[in-house]
C-alpha cells in the first residue's frame, strides 16, 4: 500500500476561497431592464367583471399578496396568470416563476452569476421587478409576480428579508439585503400565488406568510367544466354524463373526508369523445384514485362503477345512467 504520509497536502486558507463582493449599491436607482421574453399570457380571457377577478382586486389593496389554494385541477395557475396580466395590462409587466424544493434566497431575491471577469452579485427576479416597478416613468402602471406552486418551497427563507416588506404598511420602505444592496417594495408591485393546501409545505407557508396574505379557495367547479367539455364539441348526452362523473366523485371524496380523491375540471381538457375519455382514465385518472384510494378499495371500486356508468351508452330515448 502506498504511503500517503509521504505525499504533503496543502491546506487551503480562507484567502484562497475568497471572492470579492461587489460595492453595496441602490437597486431603484440603476436603469430599468430592458423588456425581455416572458412566459406570462398575451391577451386576457377574463372579462373584467369575472368575480374572481374582482375580488382579488379588491384583496390586493389590502394584503401584500392573493394565495389562490386548491387542489390539483381547479384552474389555479390559470386564473392566477389571467388575473396578473388583467392587471398589469402588459405582459412584460408580469413575471412568473415556479418554487420547487431547492429553490433558494440565491434564486429569488439576489446571488452569485458567473461573468467574464468571475462572479458577481446579481438581483432576481423579486429584486427585478421590484426595481422596475420603481424606474418606470409611468407611476400608474401595475406589476404583477406570479409564483406557481409556492408551497413546494420555504417561502421564509425564498424571501428573506424582504418578507416584512410586502406589507402594504410597510410598502416603499428601504431594507438591504444580504449583500447590503438597498431596495424597497413598491406600492405598485403584487403576488398572485398558487398552491396545493395537501403540499407538505403549506405549514411552512402558513408561518412564513401569515397575514400578510389573503387566500383564495379553489374547488372544482362543475360550470367550467361544462364550458370546457362544450367548447370541445362532446355530445350532448355524454357530456352530461361525464358531468354527473365529475359530481358524484367529488361528493363522494367530500363525504368521505378524502380531500385526495378530488379531481378538477383541468383534467378535462382536450377530451371531446369517448376515446378521449378512455385514455384520460387509463393514463391519468386511473392513478390518481388509486393512490387516494389506496387504503380504501370500496370507495375506490364506486368511483370506478360512475367512470363505466359515464361513458356507457344511454338507453334510446332515456336519461343519462348514473
Known amino acids: 500500500m502506498a504511503d500517503l504520509t509521504r505525499h504533503k497536502v496543502r491546506g487551503l486558507t480562507p484567502a484562497d476561497l475568497a471572492v470579492a463582493l461587489p460595492p453595496p449599491v441602490d437597486a431603484e436607482t440603476l436603469a430599468p431592464a430592458p423588456p425581455e421574453e416572458t412566459d406570462a399570457p398575451t391577451s386576457v380571457e377574463i372579462a373584467d367583471d369575472d368575480p374572481i377577478l374582482v375580488r382579488v382586486k379588491e384583496l390586493l389593496g389590502i394584503?401584500?399578496?392573493v394565495l389562490f389554494t386548491g387542489p390539483p385541477g381547479t384552474s389555479k395557475t390559470y386564473y392566477a396568470e389571467q388575473v396578473a396580466l388583467a392587471i398589469a395590462g402588459d405582459p412584460h409587466r408580469v413575471r412568473i416563476?415556479?418554487?420547487h424544493p431547492s429553490y433558494q434566497y440565491e434564486d429569488f431575491m439576489e446571488g452569485y452569476v458567473a461573468t467574464d471577469d468571475g462572479y458577481q452579485v446579481r438581483l432576481k427576479h423579486f429584486a427585478l421587478i421590484c426595481r422596475?416597478?420603481?424606474?418606470d416613468?409611468?407611476?400608474?402602471?401595475q406589476y404583477v409576480l406570479v409564483i406557481d406552486e409556492l408551497s413546494r418551497s420555504d417561502p421564509g427563507r425564498v424571501f428573506g428579508e424582504a418578507l416584512t416588506y410586502m406589507e402594504r404598511t410597510k410598502r416603499g420602505k428601504k431594507f438591504r439585503?444580504?449583500?447590503g444592496t438597498e431596495l424597497s417594495v413598491p406600492p405598485n408591485v403584487h403576488i398572485v400565488a398558487t398552491m396545493n393546501p395537501h403540499d407538505r409545505g403549506v405549514d411552512q407557508v402558513?408561518?412564513?406568510l401569515g397575514r400578510r396574505f389573503a387566500k383564495y379557495r379553489m374547488d372544482p367547479n362543475a360550470s367550467i367544466l361544462d364550458s370546457f367539455l362544450r367548447d370541445q364539441g362532446m355530445a350532448e348526452l355524454l357530456r352530461l354524463q361525464v358531468l354527473a362523473f365529475f359530481e358524484q366523485a367529488n361528493a363522494a371524496a367530500k363525504a368521505g373526508r378524502n380531500p385526495h380523491a378530488v379531481v378538477g375540471q383541468t383534467y378535462f381538457l382536450n377530451v371531446k369523445d369517448i376515446a378521449d375519455l378512455n385514455r384520460l382514465w387509463e393514463h391519468d385518472l386511473r392513478f390518481h384514485f388509486?393512490?387516494?384510494?389506496?387504503l380504501d378499495p370500496d370507495g375506490l371500486a364506486a368511483v370506478r362503477r360512475a367512470w363505466d356508468a359515464a361513458l356507457a351508452e344511454p338507453e334510446p330515448g332515456g336519461a343519462p345512467p348514473g
Do not use: C, K, M, N
Not at 132 to 135: I, K, M, S, Y
Not at 137 to 141: D, R
Open 63 to 65: 394584503y401584500g399578496g
Open 97 to 99: 416563476v415556479q418554487f
Open 132 to 135: 422596475d416597478a420603481r424606474e
Open 137 to 141: 416613468p409611468e407611476a400608474y402602471h
Open 177 to 179: 439585503l444580504a449583500s
Open 206 to 208: 402558513d408561518a412564513a
Open 290 to 294: 388509486e393512490r387516494a384510494y389506496q
